[in-house]
């Protein structure tokens, strides 16, 4: 079935500075890859998604790209603020047999002021 | 406020108990979800339900009940649960399938004693 790695699990960064979170995938039939956010005490959010039909995606200071012969997509956050800190997910949609999204284990980011 | 509520927010039982979370959308949905959330570990989707029809179920064990009275509301039903069972059960709804934005409740922290 598929499986997600994400790396990094922790990262902590300076408030201004770039993060990029990596993630890569089995299934080379996955086709739609969501990115959430999840704050203390709360689920998880969508804040962006990308689907294999395109390479990049960019929503002001977040953009995701996806890499479909490497198996790759990462996460890239500009101009880091203190309220981006917060767990992030990635997520593969494997629509092979099961249909279902396959998360996954998160990173742990920290904006320092 | 994502339109996607959970009661009770917390819940401590004993092995013995028999308990049930609750879950209801706002939103409109088709597709219901039942996900647990443990440390260090990536979401583990359980339950899948469109249109009131249990479409998925992630190999759980039985102590583990759902059930889908209507599009709106989906129930979690616990007995005679392990420690490890322990954790965050997230509720999500989306939409259509698996391939649209999942919006997720707050979850119901458990602690099975």
């Known amino acids: 079935g598929e499986n997600v790695e994400q790396h990094p699990s922790t990262l902590s960064v300076q408030e201004g500075d770039s993060a990029v979170i990596k993630c890569t995938y089995s299934d080379s039939a996955s086709n739609y890859f969501p990115w959430y956010k999840q704050e203390l005490g709360k689920g998880p959010q969508l804040i962006i998604d990308i689907r294999s039909n395109v390479g990049e995606k960019k929503d002001q200071r977040i953009a995701v790209t996806l890499n479909k012969t490497a198996k790759h997509f990462s996460l890239h956050i500009t101009e880091t603020q203190p309220e981006d800190s917060a767990v992030y997910f990635c997520a593969a949609f494997r629509s092979r047999g099961s249909e279902k999204l396959v998360f996954g284990k998160g990173t742990k980011l920290t904006v320092n002021p | 406020e994502t339109g996607v509520t959970q009661t009770p927010r917390h819940l401590v039982m004993g092995m013995t108990n028999k308990k049930s979370l609750k879950c209801e959308q706002h939103l409109g949905h088709n597709a219901m979800y039942w996900y647990k959330q443990s440390a260090k570990k990536p979401l583990e989707l359980m339950f899948v339900?469109?249109?009131?029809?249990?479409?998925e179920n992630n190999s759980v064990p039985s102590r583990f009940s759902p059930e889908c009275p209507n599009s709106s509301h989906l129930f979690l039903h616990l007995h005679t649960l392990q420690p490890e069972d322990s954790a965050l059960y997230l509720c999500a709804s989306s939409l259509a399938g698996a391939a649209t934005e999942q919006y997720f409740g707050p979850g119901t922290r458990l602690t099975v004693t």
């Open positions: 339900y469109n249109f009131k029809e249990q479409t």
